[in-house]
């Protein structure tokens, strides 16, 4: 019940704040099958920035391609750069040591070179459909060597209506 004078109920949980940013990117991916968004926050739950799946500058969005199979080089792979890349390279503040990561799926093994080497030290991850997949046990286990703990988003179901 309200009380006057207090503070509102049902605000958003830091990790709900963090995750909804994080996934609210990846709404601004082009790719038609993943849609991954990324929210770096610095130990005092500040957001330092954000990131998600997209071809690099200059790369039309409508030149390359999206789809998945075929020739290599006639498939997105070869060109995507990941969420978690975009977040850690759009930040221009400096450090990111000790910043925790909030993404939609689960890193890759590349992405967790970057964020090893980045100096960030927690995610919180949403999906994790490819746990199974060399890429992303290799993630895990580097992350393991370097100390970096990962743990999976607690969904609280709550709905999120934004018009705009
Ligand atoms: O960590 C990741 N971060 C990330 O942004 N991605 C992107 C690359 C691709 O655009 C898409 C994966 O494509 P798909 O699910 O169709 O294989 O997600 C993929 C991973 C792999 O775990
Ligand atoms: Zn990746």
């Known amino acids: 019940m309200d009380k006057k004078g207090q503070k509102r109920q049902g605000y958003l949980s830091w990790d709900e704040y963090f995750m909804g940013v994080a996934m609210l990117s990846g709404m601004r991916s082009k790719d038609p099958h993943s849609q991954v968004g990324a929210c770096i926050?610095?130990?005092d739950n500040k957001i330092l920035s954000m990131g998600y799946n997209g071809f690099p500058k200059g790369c039309s969005d409508?030149?390359?391609?999206?789809?998945?199979?075929?020739?290599?080089?006639?498939?997105?792979?070869?060109?995507?750069?990941?969420?978690?890349?975009n977040a850690i390279l759009n930040y221009r503040g400096g450090s990111l040591e000790g910043a925790k990561l909030y993404v939609s799926l689960f890193p890759c093994n590349e992405c967790a070179k970057?964020?090893?080497?980045?100096?960030?030290?927690?995610?919180?991850?949403?999906?994790?459909?490819?746990?199974?997949?060399?890429?992303?046990?290799a993630s895990k286990k580097m992350l393991d060597a370097a100390g970096v703990r990962y743990y999976k988003y607690n969904r609280t179901d709550r709905e999120i209506t934004i018009k705009v």
């Open 62 to 85: 409508d030149e390359f391609p999206w789809g998945r199979e075929g020739d290599p080089l006639d498939t997105k792979y070869l060109y995507v750069t990941h969420s978690e890349l």
């Open 41 to 43: 926050v610095s130990e």
């Open 114 to 137: 970057a964020i090893i080497q980045a100096g960030i030290k927690t995610i919180v991850y949403d999906c994790d459909k490819y746990a199974d997949t060399p890429s992303v046990i």
